[in-house]
């Protein structure tokens, strides 16, 4: 029930959500509730809602690489790996049973250490010959692109901490248009 339903009825559940969160619910009114499948957790539910979502995509397409037209779901998601580290148990482990790629990229693709490898020594030659980590298309369009995927992953939060740190060593622009601001005013 929302508010736009019924102000009333909101407030009310709102507050048996509440009274049994905190243990001072007389034991028959939780059980009244019970028998009428009332929802104790409003995110529970939702989050149980997406996790269905993400069942039949995975049914319908064989993996848990969801686009991001589909941008509710693909959201969900990413927000899923970022919380890995402080979910619950149990959602984790309903994650698992559907073998959820935890360690994916933006778009849900596994990730790859040995062509991650390989495209920041690609990286470290580029700066070695240009002095800085600023790749254009017309220079190397894969690697341009692989920059710009670097940039959408961290700015996603889905970017693995080794991987941030890797690229700081070698001082990766993080910004590219800030650092385009920065070469124009000298």
Request: glycine share 4%; proline share 3%.
């Amino acid at each position: 029930v929302t508010k736009s339903q019924d102000k009333k009825l909101a407030k009310w559940v709102c507050d048996q959500r509440r009274t049994e969160k905190n243990g001072t619910m007389p034991a028959d009114r939780k059980r009244r509730l019970d028998a009428i499948e009332f929802i104790w957790g409003a995110k529970d539910k939702a989050w149980d809602v997406m996790l269905s979502k993400l069942e039949r995509h995975k049914r319908e397409h064989g993996d848990c690489r969801v686009p991001s037209k589909d941008k509710e779901l693909a959201n969900w998601v990413r927000d899923q790996r970022k919380r890995k580290a402080t979910m619950p148990a149990d959602r984790k482990e309903r994650l698992d049973a559907i073998e959820f790629p935890w360690d994916a990229d933006y778009r849900g693709r596994q990730r790859d250490d040995g062509a991650w490898d390989v495209m920041l020594s690609k990286l470290e030659r580029h700066k070695q010959v240009h002095g800085d980590c600023r790749v254009t298309k017309s220079q190397d369009k894969k690697l341009a692109k692989w920059v710009c995927d670097q940039r959408r992953t961290e700015k996603n939060g889905t970017m693995p901490a080794d991987r941030k740190r890797r690229l700081d060593a070698i001082e990766f622009i993080w910004g590219a248009k800030d650092k385009a601001w920065d070469v124009m005013l000298s």
